[in-house]
Structure formats: structure tokens, C-alpha cells
């Protein structure tokens, strides 16, 4: 195995796989010389998990072998990261291997805490505790909708940063469509406990999603985060944020979004910040501190949600900063924070959110998104995902 290459990326999900395709694209001299380190045998689009946990596609449809998505001319080693050392431009591989770079690009996305709640791990993909976070839990959310009978659907969102903000309440909006739909929703009382003080942040989608709440009467509980797990109870057990109090819900279907946070790896190097975020610039995605480390996606420190979205953005954006560095010149390239939450509020419809670091919305069609549209459910459900494998992996969108 080669232990030497121009440019290095750890991490085979979206931010690594694009960014190689569109430096591969942009250098051709660059073939053979960009390694991808990531020990998955799969790449999943992960987007779709939330109509998976709605029986609406199959999961089957999100994943694909990590062989048929890696780009031409890129090396990819299949080895899990241990340890940075970018004092001599060397990552260390769970194999012991070293394997030394001129440039590194970290995208290794976020990690799945699913210690940071109490009883969590044990409960998970059983008794009804489901979670559309990890590809092997998102089908039991949907055998866990079919089965319910009624009673408290409750559905969790962290204090931490997660991938995909509006996952967790695109599942309860699912959930009471689908209860509607059966004839049930009257025996449903479906429950949100969030430790956010509101249901979105940008000003335009919050007055939105707050219409969308108070059509379907939905209980949302702000500032109570999630810390334990009661199976054999059937409780799940809040901490309210105001007052330091315990609450305790009782459920009949428990839908958990779990804390995230960096990769070990990432957190224990000097490539972190004080919170353990890859530590980039936020307009030129170049480290605070190692020139010629960049970084992108989940696992940094970029003030803006982390979605798939704000990587299709971020990847150009690096790729040509990251061109510019080799080749000695400026770097005018320039990310603007941003990203796009398409929040699912039933079978057929969505809210479109994107927008901006300023929390300005950026929108990219010619009507008003924050409206629930079928049109846009459908570009989320059929064609996005096309444009995914077919377009922003291969480093052409």
C-alpha cells in the first residue's frame, strides 16, 4: 500500500466522496495521488432514512456498495483513522499504518452518542423505541407506526448539534399523517420534547412549522432534552432546561434522535476546536491553524445546520481553495453558510428551508417555500436522490 499522497481525505461519506470527484475533475494530475480513508463497505443516502421510518421507500433504496461510489483516480484505503499528526502532515490507521499527506481534507462526518442517554442503547430498536438515525433502526420505526395502537407517540430532539435539524420532527409529522390516515389519530396524543426553545430558527420556516403544530395538535415541549430511557416502564425522562426539573412521559412509540458529536479521532487532535469541531474559517473552509488542512460537512465547526445541502455547497467551495493552495495562488472562494432543510409535514407535502449563516433565507425557486407544497415533496422523494449519485458524487453538480 502507498504511504505518500498530494492530498489525503478521511472519510467516505458526502463531503469526502464529492470533494475528491470535483478535485479529480478540476486537476487531472491529481489522479492517483487523492486517497479517501474510510473502512465502510457501504455509502448510504442518508436523507431518506425519514420516509424509510414512514414506509414510503425501502431502505435497501439509501445504500450502495462504497467501491461503486469512490471516483476514478481516487486511491481509496479501507482502514479506519486512529490519530492525526499534523505537526508532520501524517495520519495514523487503526492498522498502525502511517499514511503521510502534502494536503488534508477532513470530512469525517459526525458520530451517533448513543451512550449520551441513559438506558438508550439497550432500548433501542425494540419495545417500541425507534430511531430513524441509523440504518439498521430505520425499518423498526416503521413496524413500530404500523403496530401502534394508540396511546403518547413521543419524539426527542438533543441539545447537541445533529446531522439533519428537522429530521426529528419530520418523522412526527409523518407519524400523524399516517395516523390519520388509518382512522387512529384520535387515540394519539403525539408529544415533542425538544431541548430547543423553538421549533426552527430561521424567523420565515418557524412562523411555518408553527401553523403546521397547531393544525395537527401536536404537544411540543420546548427546552426539555431527553436523559433517560425507561423500557421496562415505558418511560422516557426529560430534563427541563428552565428549571432543572426531571419529567416523566410515558410512551406507547418513543421516536429518539440521539446526541451527536465529532469522531473520537477528530475530538483528541489538534485539529479541534475547545468543542471538539474540525477548526476551519467559515467562508474559505482552510483550518484556523494548518494551512493545508481543510475541512467540510458535519464534522467541523461551521456555524450552519449539517445537511447534505450545505455540503453540495461547502465541496465546491473547498475543491477550489484547495486548487488555489497548491497551485500557490489566492483563494477567492467563498462559502456563505448555506444549507436547505426540506421539512416533510406529511405524505405529500414539505417546507423547503434554505437560507443563510445570517439565518436569511436563500431561496432557489420562484414561490414561497415556506408554504407545504406536494411539489416539493416530490422533488425531495424522487429527484433529489438522483441527483445525489448521479450528480454531486460524481463532482458535477
Known sequence: MRENFKVVIVGGGTGGITTAARLLRGMKALAGDVAIIDPAEKHYY????????????????????MKDVIPEGAVWIKDAV???????????????????????????????????????????????VCSNYAYEYSGYTWETLRNFEGGNAVFTMPSTPIKCGGAPQKI???????????????????????????????????????????????????????????PDQKEAVFENLDTGEEVVVEYDMLHVTPPMRAPGFIRNS??????????????????????????LGDNTNLPTSKTGAAIRKQAPVLAENLMAAMKG?????????????????????????????????KESLPFNQAVERRSTYILKKEFLPILYWDGMLKGIM
Open 46 to 65: 442518508q436523507p431518506l432514512w425519514t420516509l424509510v421510518g414512514a414506509g414510503a421507500t425501502k431502505k435497501e433504496s439509501t445504500e450502495r456498495d
Open 82 to 128: 486512529k490519530e492525526f499528526d499534523p505537526d508532520k502532515n501524517q495520519v495514523k490507521l487503526a492498522s498502525n499504518k502511517t499514511i503521510s499527506y502534502e494536503y488534508l481534507v477532513v470530512a469525517a462526518g459526525i458520530e451517533i452518542n448513543w451512550d449520551g442517554v441513559k438506558g438508550l442503547k439497550e432500548a433501542i430498536g425494540k419495545g417500541g
Open 172 to 230: 412526527m409529522y409523518l407519524t400523524d399523517d399516517y395516523l390519520r390516515r388509518t382512522g387512529i389519530r384520535d387515540r394519539a396524543n403525539i408529544i415533542f420534547g425538544t431541548a430547543k426553545p423553538e421549533i426552527f430558527d430561521v424567523p420565515k420556516y418557524r412562523t411555518a412549522l408553527e401553523k403546521v403544530i397547531d393544525k395537527k395538535g401536536i404537544d411540543t415541549r420546548f427546552n426539555h432534552n431527553l436523559i433517560e430511557v425507561r
Open 270 to 295: 489538534k485539529l479541534a476546536d475547545e468543542s471538539g469541531w474540525v477548526n476551519v474559517h467559515k467562508f474559505t473552509l482552510q483550518h484556523k491553524e494548518y494551512e493545508n488542512v481543510f475541512g
Open 329 to 361: 495562488e489566492p483563494m477567492k472562494a467563498t462559502y456563505d453558510g448555506y444549507t436547505s432543510c426540506p421539512v416533510v409535514t406529511g405524505y405529500n407535502s414539505l417546507v423547503l428551508a434554505e437560507f443563510d449563516y445570517e439565518k436569511e433565507p
